[in-house]
Nanobody, 121 residues
């Protein structure tokens, strides 16, 4: 059993900063890529940023230069630092991780329950 639990969302004014984190726990053999996704009301879930186990990152154009994704492999924790927030960043933010639970199987993607980020204008 694997769980991803996000924390750190909340309400912030435009131009402010917020950070969210995600802890993976359970029967984990190895974590490959991890990422943050978001979904605003009426919209499809979209990629925000991803990071490989080696630390290579990828960002959506809409957040480049404002958001920073990082991870602590020893703690199975994923972070997202969000600066210069805009009202259009308002969404539920989900973490996802490609996790291997046994040396005998490949990885599969697990999702957290999401955390709300609201940016007021």
């Amino acid at each position: 059993q694997v769980q991803l639990v996000e924390s750190g969302g909340g309400l912030v004014q435009a131009g402010g900063s917020l950070s969210v984190s995600c802890v993976a726990s359970g029967s984990i053999f190895r974590i490959n890529a991890m990422g943050w996704y978001r979904q605003a009301p009426g919209n499809q879930r979209e990629l925000v940023a991803t990071i490989t186990s080696g630390g290579s990152t990828n960002y959506a154009d809409s957040v480049k230069g404002r958001f920073t994704i990082s991870r602590d492999n020893a703690k199975n924790t994923l972070y997202l630092q969000m600066n210069s927030l805009k009202p259009e960043d308002t969404a539920v933010y989900y973490c996802a991780a490609d996790i291997v639970t046994s040396y005998r199987v490949g990885d599969r993607t697990y999702w957290g329950q999401g955390t709300q980020v609201t940016v007021s204008s």
